[in-house]
C-alpha cells in the first residue's frame, strides 16, 4: 500500500508520543493496524512488544473487534511470507489476549484486577447508559434546588434568560453542558479561555471573526453559483439560437418562446445583467 508522509510519520515514529488528526476514511484504522504489525514484527531484543503487552483502545466494542480481526488478517498475510518466522506465529497467538478493547472494558479489567488495593467489592460493575442519565439528571435536579435556596438572585436571571414555565430548559441546558465540557480535554483551560474571549469587544473576539470568516466564505460562493448559473444560461441560449432557422425554444427571464430578433434581444440583456 502507498502511503503518504504524513502517515509513514504515524507508522515509524517510535519513542515520543503521537497525536494523528484525520477526518473520517481517510486510513486513520489501517495506519494503526500497520504500526502495530511494524511493532509486532521487530524482534531486535531491546524492542521486542509481545502482543498481549499491548493496549488499544476504541470508542466502541465493534471497533474493537474490527481491529482485533484486522491485526489477525495481517499477521496471517505475513506469516504466509515468512512461513518459518515462530515469532509471529507466537503473536497471532498471543493476539487473543491482547488489550483491545473500549476504555470502559479496559479500567473495568484493570479493577477487577486490583481489587484489594482499591478496597472495592468484587460485586462492582459497569454503570449502564440509563442508569448513567438517571443519576445525572437527579443531580442536576439537586444544585438547581440548591441553587433556588442558595443563589436566589443568580438563578432568577438564568430564570430570566432560559426559561418559560419551569426551570426544564435550564436543566436540559445545564445537562447538555456537562456532556460537551466531558469530551474537552483540560476542560478548566478551556472555560478560562472562554471566559477570557466573552470578555474582549464583540468584534475582536475569536468567536466573532470567525462568524465573520465563515460568512464571506459563504458569500463568495454564492457568488461563484450565480455567476456559473449566469454563463450557463446565457451558453444554452447561444447555443439554441445557432441551431435555429426562423423561430428558436431558449430559456429567458422574459419569454420562452421567441423570434431571431428577440432572442439576440434577451441575450445582450442576459449578458449586460
Not at 24 to 35: C, D, I, N, Q, Y
Not at 112 to 120: H, V
Not at 243 to 252: A, I, L, M, R, V
Request: with cysteine; charged share 25%.
Amino acid at each position: 500500500m502507498d502511503w503518504t508522509e504524513q502517515q509513514k510519520e504515524a507508522i515509524t515514529r517510535r519513542d515520543s508520543g503521537l497525536i494523528v488528526s484525520a477526518a473520517a476514511g481517510s486510513g486513520k484504522t489501517s495506519v494503526l493496524v500497520e504500526r502495530l504489525l511494524r511493532i509486532l514484527m521487530d524482534e531486535s531484543p531491546e524492542n521486542k512488544v509481545p502482543a498481549d503487552h499491548m493496549i488499544v483502545v476504541t470508542f466502541t466494542n465493534d471497533a474493537a473487534a474490527e481491529m482485533r480481526s484486522r491485526l489477525y488478517q495481517a499477521l496471517d498475510q505475513k506469516l504466509q511470507e515468512q512461513p518459518e518466522n515462530t515469532w509471529l506465529y507466537q503473536q497471532q497467538i498471543r493476539l487473543q489476549n491482547a488489550h483491545i478493547c473500549t476504555i470502559s472494558s479496559f479500567c473495568f479489567e484493570l479493577i477487577r484486577e486490583n481489587l484489594g488495593d482499591q478496597g472495592i467489592t468484587a460485586g462492582f460493575r459497569i454503570l449502564s447508559e440509563t442508569e448513567s442519565k438517571m443519576m445525572t439528571s437527579k443531580a442536576a435536579d439537586v444544585v438547581l434546588n440548591q441553587w433556588h435556596t442558595d443563589r436566589a438572585e443568580d438563578m432568577q436571571l438564568l430564570w430570566n434568560s432560559f426559561c418559560e414555565k419551569d426551570d426544564t430548559d435550564l436543566e436540559r441546558l445545564l445537562l447538555e453542558l456537562h456532556k460537551f465540557l466531558g469530551t474537552v480535554p483540560f476542560r478548566e483551560n478551556w472555560v478560562q479561555q472562554v471566559q477570557q474571549e466573552l470578555q474582549k469587544p464583540l468584534e475582536d473576539s475569536a468567536y466573532y471573526q470567525m462568524l465573520s470568516a465563515g460568512m464571506e466564505q459563504n458569500l463568495q460562493m454564492i457568488l461563484r453559483l450565480v455567476l456559473l448559473r449566469n454563463s450557463t444560461n446565457l451558453l444554452r441560449i447561444t447555443r439554441r439560437w445557432r441551431g435555429s432557422k426562423q423561430t428558436c425554444t431558449c430559456w429567458s427571464r422574459r419569454s420562452a418562446w421567441c423570434s431571431r430578433n428577440q432572442m439576440q434581444k434577451n441575450c445582450w440583456n442576459l449578458t449586460q445583467s
